[in-house]
């Protein structure tokens, strides 16, 4: 594997271990999102915000004004599917394929149900259970992880 995407995935792999929640609930997805909402108008960007449950069943969902909707929602539930096919974030699954070249297809997946590309990151539990995804679109794919 190349140093660079490696060094990518490693650290990646850490902010998973770190990243830790006590609870998931719709509660939690309302504060979560609209704490992320807020934090994304105040750096001036549109983007499309979505919280899924591991099942796809979206707790909150927020598209701001000058974002594209429907190309949005498209990348936002690709990229969540990404991190529930892998319990990884989809920049960590892009570094994985840019490393060794294995596609979504190579890995048997639906290219239009996941994408390899950075916005899709799981949540865990401080207990290591995977509860869902936050998934952010809109900026570059390095910067919506």
């Keep these: 594997m190349s140093d660079k995407y490696t060094d990518i995935m490693n650290v990646i792999d850490q902010q998973e271990k770190l ?6 609930s719709s509660a939690f ?11 994304a108008k105040q750096r001036g960007t549109a983007m499309g915000i979505s ?30 599917g990404m991190a529930i096919a892998w319990e990884h974030s989809s ?25 390899q590309r950075g916005g899709g990151f799981p949540l865990f539990l401080k207990s290591g259970e995977f509860v869902g995804v936050v998934s952010a679109s809109g900026l570059a794919h390095n910067e919506d992880h």
């Design 19 to 24: 990243l830790r929640i006590d609870h998931f």
């Design 29 to 39: 997805a309302l504060d979560f999102g609209s704490q992320m909402v807020e934090l």
């Design 91 to 115: 920049l960590y699954m892009w570094a994985r394929e840019q490393a060794t070249g294995q596609t979504v297809q190579y890995n048997a997946l639906d290219p239009n149900e996941c994408v």
């Design 51 to 80: 919280i899924r449950k591991i099942d796809g069943a979206v707790l909150f969902q927020h598209m701001m004004d000058g974002a594209n909707t429907v190309n949005t929602q498209n990348w936002l539930r690709r990229k969540a």
